[in-house]
């Protein structure tokens, strides 16, 4: 069994903890008893990180709905209708029409990019995340 240190996704307190994995596979996690932020211990979140990990339900291509089914497309496709249809949105309704939702499974960079990309670009302060404590 292999132990590699991580920060928890979930929150913005960084939590310390070791992803378990054995034959390049992520079985479990276990607390970083040194770490001062969270001594030894987890939340439900911390505990339950890494299940997303090998999920079957995990996506791995994006997906784009042609008539009425979902179907497997290219990033460059996905993200021509996403943009193109924020654009018509915010140009029939106003910006404070969007409003943009970020993961804690990112990087505290690329939520900046995002958060960014929402109030330069799209002119709204609607941003939210989804690390609640």
Known sequence: MKKTSAICPFCGCGCNFYLVSEDD???GVEPSPNNPVNKGMLCTKGWNSYEFIHSPDRLTTPLVRKNGKLTVSTWDEALG????????????????????????????EENYIFQKMARAVFKTNNVDHCARL
């Open 25 to 27: 596979r992520v079985t």
């Open 81 to 108: 209708i996403v943009s193109a249809r924020l654009k018509e949105i915010m140009a029939q309704h106003g910006p404070s029409a969007l409003a943009f939702l970020s993961s804690a499974k990112v990087s505290n």
